[in-house]
């Protein structure tokens, strides 16, 4: 069993930061992709930031310059430094990660955690 766990999501006035965390745990060899989706209310829910084990990233068009995901791979956790929030950032962000159990990969998603950005 692999339980993945946010934290950090709240509400917050356009052009503030938030930071949110990720900490996986259970039965896991290794960690391969950890990152961030987040759902808008009607909309498809949509990449933020995925962070490799070699530490090469992606992020989204939308949050380049403003967002930083990085990792603590002892920790088996990832964080997201969100900065200069939008209105249009509100969604529930769910952590995603991708690891290796029982010698295969599987993929694990956290319950996900409420950011609101008011204007």
């Known amino acids: 069993q692999v339980q993945v766990v946010e934290s950090g999501g709240g509400l917050v006035q356009a052009g503030g930061s938030l930071r949110l965390s990720c900490a996986a745990s259970g039965s896991i060899f290794s960690i391969n992709v950890m990152g961030w989706y987040r759902q808008a209310p009607g909309k498809q829910r949509e990449l933020v930031a995925v962070?490799?084990?070699?530490?090469?990233?992606n992020y989204a068009d939308s949050v380049k310059g403003r967002f930083t995901i990085s990792r603590d791979n002892a920790k088996k956790a990832v964080y997201l430094q969100m900065n200069s929030l939008k209105p249009e950032d509100t969604a529930i962000y769910y952590c995603?990660?991708?690891?290796?159990?029982?010698?295969?990969?599987?993929?694990?998603w956290g319950q996900g955690t409420q950011v609101t950005v008011s204007s």
């Open positions: 995603y990660v991708n690891v290796v159990v029982d010698t295969y990969l599987r993929d694990y």
């Open positions: 962070i490799r084990s070699g530490g090469s990233t």
